[in-house]
């Protein structure tokens, strides 16, 4: 049997160890052989196919990024089933492993409703797939992005200035409520809450007045309440086009205006998607590569591995792509206690 | 209202992360005056109890170790209720919060049954309490293990060498599981499962055909399956007193006997314990501090509290300290998949 | 006899180091009394003094930032030497250790001109001080930047994309210098050395030939041979005001312009000043702290400790302070060697 | 030109940065060929060469071991110069670079004088070679220590223990000197320096009253004045020989023993050669790779490249394997002036 896998859409720490948890288990139980598509579904569409021997995936657990490469390419906008048929049929593919977001997930699932067989892995730095506990990439990224508050903590203590710290989350706030709660933040902002510039300003006051240096993580789609102006383009680039700039560097010296206290930014940015994955993360990718090959070997076509407490299960990728998972208002009440 | 908090048994990273959740929560939305309890129960014992202010806590949450000492004293050896009963009064103490592992928990819930306000937080680096999904330490314990498995490795394999690494688990398998599946190790031995020292060999030969230098990460508590003699003492120590050496040196040279293949161990130990903990298990502590408030506002003496999913819950103290949270035999087969 | 102390200017991982080596050794062999002057010059300037006792350093070298908190204050802007010997006899102060950068050095110069018992504890994150051979904080800057590029290049590769990143160095190129040789690098921008930025796009093509994501480095103050363009205002901020953008943003758009790779941006910053220094660097700084009460029991005052090969020495400030100490040319060449 | 490459004797961090700079720089400058001998001089006893494409050296600065493997094989056992010589002729190899410690370098010695077109480079992890200033290896030995004591230290602290932590240092005590320093060890034991039990005891005694969790540092190589008798065998293992145990192992029960303070031990062991280098080791171990073909292309036959200040420099290898460099008694008097 030949089995094809593919990682599309942005880079995650883990995609590695799902490569190589899914390779591993093929060829050791089943024999299985692989071909790996290069960068995501563009594999596909330009059958850009190449052998992806046992001795590919050494020590890949630890090692971020995918040795497969990734892209945005949508192959529903490049030949949909016919083309992804015709193209697995040329390298004997029995069954396609996609490991990737909503998008390559359902993409996978329209495939698999034209009878293509194939199984999904989600994939979500920010951790919003519903039907899913957990997806690797995301502890590494509030890692990084906690490791980074510290070290940045320590120079905004001498100097006696707040800090405010851009992490990921465009939709939802898990990076930054997490990043914020492990790092003792005095705010966190994330787009599901509002929160006004006065409060926030509070919560900044409040940790000045205890003698410490205020830092506040926000989420790079979080608006504050009230500001509409911040979704406006801001500011001009080099070439005179609208540049949108982050939401740090927006509310920063709207922090300083206001308190009266030096107010500096850092973006964290690309830094939290790479290096080495954090060992749960490493655990959880490795375990969804190898239950991956066990719905191969199911033929459960159109499914979708899945953490459901400490079990990894199988759901339907109709039921998969559907709702946001959001941080609930109770989650962030539970640390905005912590606030100040 | 005065709450006494008090960390007990060995070291967990996670700890003073607990401690800060507890006293912020209860000093920002109750106006609580805390007390440390030092080094666990022996201060109530001794009464050895100081203010633990605010201030105290910032920080913490990176900062592994308890602030308030730990010891493995047992109040019920010296006092029981009685004796804390009076200390508290003495300190005007309105709540106790015990944070432990299954013998604090277990005296905390006596103590509860003889009237006393007390509530429990879990504590156990190997993952073994059942009344809960996780507990704090245990990510860090792996982190730390995995982080130096991957060290280890690229010795071992300049050197062509087989690298025994023994991590924490005298009962349970957890840790040495997780480092395990993180760091792509070729045998994983753990109490629950027997393995016999050939299975063992078979699966480091099998690994150094394929070119690699194998690695085997062994729980503390495995003993090969048929090896009685690795539970007598082995050999001697400076004081001409049996000396326990670890099972990683018993088991090294066996296997460098029985396949010819250089064998060395590295073990762990108290590093294992030890430094900052993972961005994880600060939410995680830092939710269980918050979350022991809680249960001291709603007067839920007898109870701990527990990750369930992803919520904090609170449990009977009664129904938690039961059951061991083995390693299921389906968790183990899940990896071993992957070895050799 | 009592001694004060003062860290100035920017923060530099190490400054808590060499404040524990100076009360250590005070303290321990000549049982001097320590004050600690806040917030730099400025805490001589409004006379915010502190005891600084023993207990205080504990632990302090693993400690980022300085206890004793930093300004930019310049003491000649606010009463000069008049001031400095009012407040050193209200607090009775025999010493003054002063740890900072070249504006810091130059004031302890002209203090101890005017008769005051000063000496310098040189301090320069960019390691651009000639007097000495080393200075802390580069270690950990180089660090930190060079662990960021290995994070980055893993998701620039998976995303075959260009990686700028922006590290520190206004006006010398070392940071960037030793990071790119660390992180191996296909091309390192630095202020002494003119490249233009036909150059910089033929490394990056050359690297991308040969199947790489290429990855450029580029310190603050490197201005493209040719484009003084790039040294104006970069468009506007949020409040209209000109807007100086770092230099990775401004040639990222210019490479993908001329190459037509895709080509992203990281702006390390203040990331690079904090957290936990090297073990390196916490040598050299206890160190440093230590040798500054060799010169304050000899009274060598107007002298500055300094790093010559592997001894500790003193030189005179007035030495001291003059030259920049820049990269070589030979010692680009020799990295260059490496590029593309 | 073919040049032949290999790496001989202990593994240390850096060894693949150093293949890496010599393999970029002789195929980008001189267009040289490379080959690379397996396991050090055991693959030219054996003829066991293969071709090392510059392909193979891609991301390797970053990682720990060598790609080469290694060996203790002593040329001169197994034909010496004739044999290296026919296997040198076979490849067609024009120089050989040899990168080890003073064994190897020692080899390299001979064999040039007996003609052979052989450079050295030098590595040890000690840093115990007197002809180069430093040795690549010992910053990251010296790192991963200084991070391990950070670890094991909050641990003690919380059990009010004593931690006895034993590293690398046979004959020198550089990485315990430098690792002492960096973690404000209570006192440091190395080889160079006559401590007592006693005094070694006071030093504990000392840090305990100040409350502090006393930390010792001890070389592998070091023996308490005195105490002959901890050189002999420890102990028996598992197969009735005798066992060597660490020197951690012997003096912490006689801390325990003579100050009544519990006292546990950590062995660093193999854990201090592996894993990623630090950026320090990755930039000095790139230029003695790229140094090495400087040699090679001026036919400095017999030549080994040092570190001079910040020069990389050429000493020949009859000047560089004579005299171990060991701690000055100045530079342990500095430290221990911090003891206790």
Known sequence: MT???LTSGGDCPGLNAVIRGAVIKGDRIYQERFVGIRDG?????EDDVADLPRHDVRGLSRQGGTILGTSRTNPFEHGGSERVREVMQRHSMNALIAIGGEGTLTAARRLSDDGLPVVGVPKTIDNDLSATDYTFGFDTAVAIATESIDRLRTTAESHHRCMVVEVMG?????IALHAGLASGAHAVLIPEIPVSLDQVCEWVRS?????RAPVVVVAEGFIPAGEER???PRGLDAFGRPRLGGIGETIAPMIEEQTGIETRTARLGHLQRGGVPTAYDRVLA????????DAVIAERWGS????????????DLHAATTVLKTVPRERWDEAAILFG
């Open 41 to 45: 579904w563009r594999g596909i569409v």
């Open 207 to 211: 940790a000045q007045s205890r003698g």
């Open 304 to 315: 979708m591995v899945s953490l459901s407490g400490e079990s990894i299960v199988h759901v």
């Open 230 to 232: 911040a979704t406006a």
């Open 170 to 174: 465009r939709h939802v706030g898990w």
């Open 3 to 5: 089995i094809g896998i």
């Open 286 to 293: 490795t375990r969804f590569g190898a239950a991956a090959i």
